[in-house]
Every structure is written in C-alpha cells, then in structure tokens.
C-alpha cells in the first residue's frame, strides 16, 4: 500500500476545525490525549523513584532531628507546657531513628470552656446563613466542621470521663503519620505524575517541593495543635478530623495540582 492511501483526504472543513479564529492549530486536550508510555517512559519514572526514597530513607534521622530543633525552639518561645521526648522506631535493619513528640497532660473541659465554646460555635453556626450564596464552598466547610464540633460538645456533655484519647497518643500519631505520608509520595507520584510527559526535572521537582513542604509544615502543625489541646481535649476531634491527615492530603493535591498546569515535554502527543 503506497504512502498516499495511508493518508485520508481531508475536507475543508476537516481542516478549519482545528484551527482558532486566528489561524492557529488547535491542540488535543491532555484529558483526550492518548498516553503513549514505553519502556523508556517507564524505566526512567522507576528509576527517579527508586532515587528520591532512597535519599529519603536515609535523610529521615536528620528530619526528626530538624523536627526535634523546632519543637524545642516553640517550647522557648511559645506559652506551651509540655515535655518533648522521643520514640525509637526502626524499620529492620535499614532504618532507625528517634521520633520527636509532646506529652501533655490531658484536660478536660469545665463548664466555663464548654458553654463558651458551645455559644461560639452556635454563632458561628447562626453566621453562615448570613453569607452570601458566591460563598457556598466556604458555607458547607464551615458547617462541616462545626458540626464536628457540635458533636464534641455533645459527647463531653454526658461522657466526658469516658473519653478514651490522650494528646500524648494523639500528638504522636499525628507526626508518624505525617512521616508516613511524606515517604508515600515517590510512589503515589510515580503512579498518577511520572505516566504523563513532563520532563523528569519537573517530575523530580514537584516530587521534593512536596515533601520538603510537607517536612516545614508538620511541626508547625504538630505546634499549634498542642497549644490548643493543652487547654482542653474538647478539640481534640475537630483538630483531627479537620486539621489533621485531611489538612496534609489537602497539600499534596493542591501541590500535584499545580504541577498538572505545566506544559508537557515537545514529544509529548498533541
């Protein structure tokens, strides 16, 4: 078969729908596109990851100590009365470090607290019906998470001497999975970021900007959350459902969502 039967005779029309109203090609949409993902593509987004987890592993007992550095800066400086210790962990033979984390006592809430904050929340609460409609996102977070809160005052109405958390559990959940997260990041972008066509310095620098971000936000985030809990455990939920893991995942999507806005590589398919 010869090379011009290969081609389709194009119409007229065929040929001004790819163009703009100013003569320019109209490019494929990237949702559209066909990913065209070879051994190469492959190796190379393995490789990186292998790389970066690497680098990470080994650079973890340096991260906890950073960690510990800041924690003991927000001791001498912020009003927090806690004690910092440290957890040994160890992932076999190949890892082992000191995990950073406050112990506080647990408070529960009086009945000053509590009314003070039951009276604020329904404000707030009251509040958001006097929004505007353009605000509707904003709307339902706000109420989402008062009624967490709602729910808190709720429980420790009637059960307060019952409530089985401690902020010392807490605190130190929230920073191992926090560490937990930022050493799933390779993998998760190697999954949903390596298999599109950005160059592999744009795949490696999304992937560190985002674990570098997330190792600077953690203790601050580990800090003003033991400043509140050290008044009382009664925020202890919506700290967790709230401003916990769901706060982290947040960042990791808004960063990848950025990194999605860059332009693809020449050879990538239009």
Not at 30 to 35: F, I, T, V
Not at 79 to 88: D, G, M, N, Q
Not at 126 to 149: D, E, W
Request: overall charge positive.
């Amino acid at each position: 078969m010869s090379s011009v039967a290969k081609k389709p005779n194009l119409s007229i029309p065929d040929l001004i729908r790819f163009r703009g109203h100013r003569g320019g090609i109209i490019p494929m949409h990237r949702a559209l596109a066909r990913l065209e993902y070879g051994l190469a593509e492959m190796s190379g987004s393995i490789a990186l990851t292998v790389i970066i987890l690497f680098t990470w592993l080994k650079f973890i007992p340096y991260i906890c100590v950073f960690w510990q550095r800041i924690f003991l800066l927000g001791l001498h400086y912020l009003p927090l009365s806690a004690v910092l210790t440290t957890s040994p962990r160890h992932l076999g033979r190949l890892l082992r470090f000191d995990l950073p984390y406050f112990q506080i006592d647990g408070v529960l809430p009086d009945p000053v607290l509590w009314e003070v904050t039951c009276a604020v929340t329904l404000a707030i609460f009251a509040m958001t019906f006097l929004l505007p409609p353009k605000l509707i996102p904003l709307i339902y977070a706000l109420r989402g998470g008062l009624f967490v809160q709602l729910s808190a005052l709720a429980y420790f109405a009637f059960r307060a001497a019952q409530f089985p958390y401690s902020p010392n559990d807490y605190l130190q959940a929230l920073i191992m999975t926090g560490l937990a997260l930022v050493s799933t990041i390779p993998i998760l972008f190697c999954l949903t970021y390596y298999v599109f066509h950005f160059s592999f310095f744009k795949k490696a620098f999304l992937t560190v900007l985002t674990m570098g971000y997330l190792c600077l936000f953690l203790p601050v985030q580990v800090l003003l959350q033991a400043l509140i809990i050290q008044k009382s455990v009664l925020f202890m939920p919506v700290l967790y459902l709230i401003c916990g893991m769901p706060l982290d995942v947040l960042i990791v999507v808004a960063l990848y969502s950025w990194g999605m806005t860059w332009k693809f590589t020449e050879s990538a398919p239009h």
